[in-house]
């Protein structure tokens, strides 16, 4: 439940016996003697209500009222009269007020107002998180396109930890999308209006290496001519996106290692620290942990950056999710070229479906645009050794159930009868997959 309540009024008395009675009941009080106070104060999605004079010098209580409307028209405002303020009180309900007391109220009178005023706010904040978070989730589906089983997974991974103060490793193959991932924890997360830097630690020389990360000050070295801001500082308030971590080199590491425990670094050539608060999202091929048994990455680094890890699946492992990305990749490609995609034929598909996708999502991207230029796709070798025909049938189900769920919206019914499946087996199919009819819902 909701507790907090703001309290405006230029009467010192009145401020301290309302705190008194409300402090006594368990609410968190904040006190204003003025309207200009409160607005500059005032916290987004404030979880609680505004309890505020009529009669101010400055800012009125109508006009604070009118003022908090325009930042939060949801926001419940109780107003304190004089006798002689009550019509004006009723016209404020009408423009919005949640209520009004006239003084001299009793804590009884004060209490029952307020406990109302603050379930309202609780179902309205809770109305808007869930709307929040079907906008998040829609958002991310658009990001990271696939409807295979791991997708959903990682997805809801990145919605979680999008919000937690944590560093994070991302662990997948060339051209799995790291980066994309490491983009959407800090899009979708608190730190979303902050800078996000990227940098790839494999592109560095080692004798760079160091500049490049912490900056340094005019003269620090030979050719060091003015002062560099490095990426750690200039991601300060954001987020740093290692990728490639492996490679960075191990006197580089140390000094990653100390700015992490101690959030200070020091631009080289200089004496003093610079504190940063910044979010490491890495991104490695390899896993940390052997490269640390095999002496060529800090073991204490790893489990530092590996607070939580994120684990990107190759595309031969989610086929089912080829169609739906080839497709989309190759729209996207026609809609910059001004034209329309060629149509997927089925022995494409099956092409598509078969091959074994060793540059994963990048090398199919590169795939869907030669096929929106209507230039022939490279040879595709399909992995017959490694992959059984029975598993390049259950990506082409998994395939035809989505688009028949798409096409019909969800309505089950009317899938059962494209497909000529009875229900059991439908819903069998539907589970085996990970597709739920929900998600195709108005699609």
């Known amino acids: 439940m909701l507790n907090s309540v703001i309290v405006v ?5 009145i401020r301290s016996a309302v705190e008194q009675w409300l402090s006594l009941s368990g609410f968190s009080v904040q006190l204003f003697a003025r309207g ?23 800012l009125s209580g109508m006009q604070l009222l009118e003022r908090l409307r325009q930042i939060d028209p949801d926001l419940p405002v109780i107003l304190l009269t004089g006798h002689g303020d009550v019509p004006m009180a009723v016209e404020a309900m009408r423009n ?11 804590p009884q009178h004060l209490m029952g107002s307020l406990g109302r005023a603050l379930e309202k706010r609780q179902l309205v904040l809770e109305n808007r998180r869930l709307h929040e978070q079907a906008d998040l989730k829609a958002q991310l589906e658009s990001t990271l396109l696939g409807m295979s089983q791991g997708l959903q997974q990682l997805r809801r991974q990145v919605l979680e930890l999008a919000s937690l103060p944590v560093n994070v ?12 991932v490491a983009r959407c924890l800090h899009d979708f997360g608190p730190r979303a209006d902050k800078p996000f830097v990227a940098l790839n630690c494999a592109a560095i020389p080692e004798s760079l290496f160091e500049a490049e990360l912490f900056g340094h000050e005019s003269g ?56 940063v608060d910044l979010r490491i999202i890495a991104a490695t091929k390899p896993d940390l942990l052997e490269e640390a048994r095999a002496g060529r990455f800090r073991e204490d680094l790893a489990y530092r950056l590996n607070v939580a890890e994120l684990r990107l699946a190759p595309l031969r492992e989610r086929r089912e999710d080829i169609p739906l990305l080839f497709e989309h990749f190759a729209r996207a490609s026609a809609e910059r070229l001004g034209r329309s995609a060629p149509a997927v034929s089925g022995a494409q598909l099956a ?27 490279p040879n595709l070798a399909t992995a017959s050794e490694a992959h059984s025909l029975a598993g ?37 199919k539907m589970q085996r997959h990970g597709l739920v009819r929900e998600d195709f819902l108005g699609d």
């Open 9 to 13: 009024d230029d009467e010192a008395s």
């Open 220 to 275: 620090a070295f030979t050719g060091a001519q003015g002062k560099r801001i490095g990426k750690l500082e200039y991601a300060n308030g954001g987020t740093l996106f290692l990728d490639e971590i492996e490679s960075m080199p191990l006197a580089q590491q140390a000094k990653l290692l100390r700015v992490i425990q101690e959030h200070k670094l020091e631009r080289l050539g200089a004496n003093q620290s610079i504190e």
């Open 96 to 106: 919005g007020a949640y209520d009004f007391l006239e003084k001299p109220f009793t």
């Open 36 to 58: 200009e106070d409160c607005l500059a104060q005032l916290p987004r999605d404030f979880p609680g209500v505004v309890l505020s004079d009529v009669r101010m010098p400055g």
């Open 351 to 377: 092409q598509l479906l078969g091959h074994d996708w060793p540059g994963n999502v990048r090398e199919l991207a590169n795939a869907a645009e030669r096929h929106a230029l209507g230039l022939d796709s």
């Open 392 to 428: 390049q049938m259950e990506a082409f189900e998994a395939q035809c159930l989505r688009a028949a769920l798409r096409q019909h919206k969800g309505e089950i019914k009317a899938v059962m009868e494209t497909l000529q499946l009875p229900r059991r087996t439908l819903n069998e």
């Open 169 to 180: 490793l991302i662990r997948g193959e060339t051209g799995s999308g790291k980066e994309r």
